[in-house]
T-cell receptor, first 112, second 116 residues
């Protein structure tokens, strides 16, 4: 079956630093989504990507859909304390059954 | 737009009782909703796909008689954990597919179930 590998598993950075995380798939995806989850809450959609090569920004966040359609990255610029949380990538494959496959998550901690 | 609401956010119940969790799409119609389970510090595990007006599709290893799903309308899906036991304690999250087919999933706030 399709699998997603997300890295790094965790990051501990200084406020103001930039952050980068990525996901790779064993097969081609048609949709890449990036979510943030705060403790005790559901994931919140940050960025959605639908085309290979697509680069999309949402404030300080930028994500790209890899050309090979097997990877995606999320960058956060000038991190702030409220960026703390778990970031998940998710992808939907070519079968388009509607099911999303989730990465393992990247836990981000920001030191003021 | 695309708001999904879950209720209750927290529930504590005794072993052997049943618990119902509701998932509503507030400002759009959702023919398909998804139920996930999340263990501490882990990713989301898909339990089942809920289709309006038809039976839910369960993922391998998920007991359909334990986790009853009903999707009676385009804005409401319910998950009932029957005869709950402590090992059913978890964070349950629902999601609904937005208006764009094949696009984003929007998640509810999650429901923390604790079975004593």
């Amino acid at each position: 079956g399709q699998q997603l590998n997300q890295s790094p598993q965790s990051m501990f950075i200084q406020e103001g630093e930039d952050v980068s995380m990525n996901c790779t798939s064993s097969s081609i995806f048609n949709t890449w989504l990036w979510y943030k989850q705060d403790p005790g809450e559901g994931p919140v959609l940050l960025i959605a990507l639908y085309k290979a090569g697509e680069l999309t920004s949402n404030g300080r966040l930028t994500a790209q859909f890899g050309i090979t359609r097997k990877d995606s990255f999320l960058n956060i610029s000038a991190s702030i304390p409220s960026d703390v949380g778990i970031y998940f990538c998710a992808g939907r494959g070519s079968s388009n059954t509607g099911k999303l496959i989730f990465g393992q998550g990247t836990t981000l901690q920001v030191k003021p | 737009g695309a708001v999904v609401s879950q209720h209750p956010s927290r529930v504590i119940c005794k072993s052997g009782t049943s618990v119902k969790i509701e998932c509503r799409s507030l400002d759009f119609q959702a023919t398909t909703m998804f139920w996930y389970r999340q263990f501490p510090k882990q990713s989301l595990m898909l339990m089942a796909t809920s289709n309006e007006g038809s039976k839910a599709t369960y993922e391998q290893g998920v007991e359909k008689d334990k986790f009853l799903i009903n999707h009676a309308s385009l804005t409401l899906s319910t998950l009932t954990v029957t005869s709950a036991h402590p090992e059913d304690s978890s964070f349950y999250i629902c999601s609904a597919e937005g208006p764009r087919w094949g696009g984003e999933l929007f998640f509810g706030e999650g429901s923390r179930l604790t079975v004593l």
